[in-house]
């Protein structure tokens, strides 16, 4: 740190509040001097520090708690400043991309020399993003450095989607945490490298897969998404190989049929010492312990509230076990609930139709 303590700042989300320009220039200045600065995205918190300071960068994953060797995304206020980190001309799509931009969307093209290497953990590609959220472009612009940040939780935590989280994770740990209100999208952006001839889907997001088809034509899904790596397998994103989104209690998924799975999580809470996160009207019962992410049709809402379900569990005595359902299929936003969700609960998917059938 930098600073003596941890400095918290309070600014609108629209920055319509008439100090908020004068906080992010503070928190811009900390960025400049080496400090890390905490700040709201569209997706996620984000913990960051000036990419072009080595030292900064490595404050950030001491900070964490993070594997050295897991790379950092670079976040920039405008797309057309990708080009200074990384070789956009060697990617023929990268432009189609950089046209979707701000998007909760992350590019992995290969790199210039002017990026450190623990930006990108020694690989010679870097990922970079330009955020949707203005308070998160605003701080970036008038900081005129590019900001690496991953998420601002402890290493293998959830997320951070309210400043809330972040204060929980990194009081006495950053020098400023930008209170900029809970994020929208909820979960990570999307990461997609166009290193190789085809681009290669690492991380589902709220950027979707079938979005990505639309403007790229054929997209590998990298097998890591859905699948556990098999011991020895190395990943595409170095990212994947570890524990992530786990709260302390444990976490088993639950799918099938509506009717049994809603059966199978009455069955589970009237245990006891049970959480559930389910969908609106699946228990009529309520209770703390039972937390609704919105309905089936439409899993935005799953999304927005996943990673602060999982804190929230934690923090309700008693809770030692969560049984969360999966949405009922892959598509759209439900890829990235997958796989997070898939990593909090170690891959544990109990299915609510086998699990009564065995029962008759
Ligand atoms: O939404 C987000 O992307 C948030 C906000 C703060 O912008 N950031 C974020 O960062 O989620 P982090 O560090 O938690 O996740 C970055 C992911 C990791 O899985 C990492 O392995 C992968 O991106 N990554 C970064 N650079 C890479 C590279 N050069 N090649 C492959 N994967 C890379
Ligand atoms: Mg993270």
């Known amino acids: 740190m930098i600073l003596e303590e941890t400095k918290i700042l309070r600014v609108n989300p629209d920055l319509s509040g008439e100090d908020d320009i004068k906080k992010l220039a503070f928190a811009a200045d900390v960025l400049k001097k080496g400090g890390l600065v905490a700040f709201p995205t569209e997706t996620v918190y984000g913990l960051g520090a000036n990419a072009l300071d080595e030292k900064a960068v490595k404050s950030i994953f001491t900070a964490k708690g993070r594997a050295q060797d897991n790379p950092l995304i670079v976040h920039l206020a405008s797309a057309s400043d990708m080009n200074k980190y990384a070789k956009v001309d060697m990617c023929e799509k990268a432009q189609l991309l950089m046209a979707q931009m701000p998007a909760p969307l992350t590019v992995v093209m290969p790199k210039r020399s002017n990026i450190p290497e623990c930006v990108t953990a020694g690989l010679d590609s870097v990922a970079q993003r330009v955020p949707q959220n203005v308070v998160a472009r605003k ?3 008038l900081s005129s450095v590019p900001v690496a940040a991953p998420s601002a939780n402890i290493s293998g935590k959830p997320s951070p989607t309210t400043a809330e989280h972040v204060i929980c994770d990194m009081m006495g740990k950053a020098d400023v945490i930008i209170d900029g209100g809970m994020c929208n999208v909820g979960l990570e952006s999307t990461v997609v490298s166009l290193c190789k001839q085809v681009p290669l889907l690492l991380r589902p997001g709220g950027f979707t897969y ?106 309700i005595q008693g809770v030692q076990c969560i049984f969360a359902l999966l949405p009922e299929d892959t598509k759209g936003i439900s890829l990235a609930i997958y796989n997070r969700m898939l990593r909090a609960a170690a891959f544990c998917v109990i299915d609510a139709d086998e699990y009564f059938k065995k029962g008759e």
């Open 210 to 315: 079938e979005r990505l088809c639309e403007i790229l034509g054929e997209v590998e899904i990298s097998q890591a998404v859905l699948s556990q790596l098999k011991e020895g397998q190395k990943p595409e994103s170095p990212g994947m190989k570890y524990k992530h989104y786990a709260p302390d209690a444990k976490v088993m998924l639950v799918k099938g049929k509506k009717e049994n799975v809603s059966k199978l999580l009455l069955e589970k809470y009237l245990e006891g010492n049970t959480g559930i996160i389910c969908y609106d009207g699946d228990i009529e019962i309520y209770d703390e312990k039972i937390i609704t992410v919105g309905t089936r049709s439409d899993n935005s809402t799953y999304a927005e509230k996943m990673f602060d379900a999982l804190r929230k569990m934690d923090k």
């Open 139 to 141: 701080l970036i612009e």
